[in-house]
């Protein structure tokens, strides 16, 4: 079993529409959580850290689950720059820290 | 405005060459790191250093090797490329008091094929 996973996706929405990504991570033991966003052929780039209380950042919402051990991300009202591949990512201390990604869902807004 | 810029960006190179990939940074981040990502994989860390002279093997470290001389630069080394080293490398960077904790930031990434 990885460790973050993901559905790869893709998912085709249109314009407007309201899409969530889910993430589950298998080591209890994690501590810190974040969602990337990473643009086709280019680098990632933070998107928003995730808090147990949840957080808000314009359309976007970050949850963490951690009962379930699960991460996800909401995104409302997309727009068409939002195509790109979110990853989900757990950092977690096991003698050192260890920062692990998923492989990344894949999201197409269409108009 | 700082950055982290990574060189070259597309290198074809054949099996058994020595290839290095370098990677400046002008935030002063005392953390660096290199990943690699392939189709259907997360960023895979394949060497890490939290300081000067300090080097750390990731998950995926067989064939590879950095040095950290000082806090801008952690080249990567390939010391006898193979095929399955083709990949596209991303160095990063980050500088908070729990290393790895923090946001990361990434360089552009470096494509590299191994024929």
């Known amino acids: 079993r990885k460790e973050v996973e993901q559905d790869p996706g893709p998912f085709n929405v249109p314009e407007g529409a309201t899409v969530a990504f889910n993430c589950t991570y298998s080591?209890?033991?994690?501590?810190?959580f974040f969602w990337y966003r990473q643009d086709c052929r280019k680098e990632p780039k933070l998107l928003m850290s995730?808090?147990?209380s949840g957080n808000e950042d314009g359309r976007f919402t970050a949850q963490l689950n951690r009962a379930s051990q699960y991460i996800s991300l909401l995104i409302r009202d997309s727009k068409l720059s939002d195509s790109a591949t979110y990853l989900c990512?757990?950092?977690?201390?096991?003698?050192?820290?260890?920062?692990?990604f998923g492989a990344g869902t894949r999201l197409f807004v269409k108009a | 405005d700082a950055e982290i810029t990574q060189s070259p960006r597309h290198k074809i190179t054949e099996t058994g060459r020595q290839v290095t990939l370098a990677c400046h940074q002008t935030?002063?981040?005392?953390?660096m790191f290199w990943y690699r990502q392939d189709l259907g994989h997360g960023l895979r860390l394949i060497h890490y250093?939290?300081?000067?002279?300090?080097?750390n093997k990731g998950e995926v470290s067989d064939g590879y090797s950095v040095s950290r001389s000082n806090t801008e630069d952690l080249p990567l080394t390939l010391e006898s490329a193979a095929s399955s080293q083709t990949s596209v490398y991303f160095c990063?960077?980050?500088?908070?008091?729990?290393?790895?904790?923090?946001?990361?930031?990434f360089g552009e990434g470096s494509r590299l094929t191994v024929l």
């Open positions: 080591n209890s033991a994690s501590q810190s």
């Open positions: 250093s939290y300081g000067v002279q300090d080097t």
């Open positions: 990063a960077s980050s500088d908070n008091g729990q290393p790895n904790t923090g946001e990361l930031f």
């Open positions: 990512v757990v950092t977690l201390n096991t003698g050192g820290f260890k920062t692990i």
């Open positions: 935030w002063n981040h005392n953390n």
């Open positions: 995730v808090y147990s």
